[in-house]
């Protein structure tokens, strides 16, 4: 347990230090992504973006039990 939230920790600094380049990445307006924009309303539901997003943590906490 203290192992993985030393990863995570690790993982959210470096996040912060790559902050200029991962803003750059298209995460959130990607297809499949819905946004609904009418006056004075907003509905933005990322579908695609949560998608890839739990893929890739998925990918990396099972490369993370491996070790």
């Known amino acids: ?5 030393l990863f995570i920790g690790a993982l959210i600094i470096l ?11 298209p995460l959130g307006h990607l297809p499949g992504d819905i946004v ?3 006056p004075n309303f907003k509905l933005f539901i990322p579908i695609t973006s949560m998608l890839l997003i739990s ?13």
């Open 1 to 5: 347990m203290q192992r993985i939230l």
């Open 15 to 25: 996040a912060g230090l790559f902050w200029p380049w991962l803003s750059k990445l």
């Open 36 to 38: 609904i924009d009418k």
């Open 55 to 67: 893929a890739l943590i998925s990918f990396i906490l099972w490369i993370v039990r491996k070790l």
